[in-house]
């Protein structure tokens, strides 16, 4: 297993951006898809946005498309999360994953190497 670390999260305002990191260690990530995903207090893990190995491909949910923007860095073994006019309902934990092969997807199941999250609040 690779060990997943995430940072970046903490408390904005409404409207504010946050930039989220992923770095892994102690494995690699270059040939695998990888994806973020969040969970609300009270309600179950929901994807957020998806990469594939080679950056070609990304997936993202309705709810954060056009604010959201998911990136990688291989070399650094690193993934990215741009977050842009946060809203309050984008508050949770914010996780990474693993998936196994290397292509993107927006299935929670697809992925079976997890961060321990950050937390992202977003107050109005």
């Known amino acids: 297993q690779v060990q997943l670390v995430e940072s970046g999260g903490g408390l904005v305002q409404v409207g504010d951006s946050l930039n989220l990191s992923c770095a892994a260690s102690?494995?690699?990530?270059?040939?695998?898809?990888m994806g973020w995903f969040r969970q609300a207090p009270g309600k179950e893990r929901e994807f957020v946005a998806a990469i594939n190995w080679k950056s070609s491909g990304t997936l993202y949910a309705d709810s954060v498309k056009g604010r959201f923007t998911i990136s990688r860095d291989n070399a650094k073994k690193t993934l990215y999360l741009q977050m842009n006019n946060l809203n309050p309902e984008d508050t949770g934990v914010y996780y990474c994953a693993r998936k196994v092969g290397p292509n993107s997807s927006n299935r929670l199941l697809d992925y079976n190497n997890w961060g321990q999250g950050t937390q992202v609040t977003v107050s109005s």
């Open positions: 102690e494995g690699t990530i270059r040939s695998n898809g």
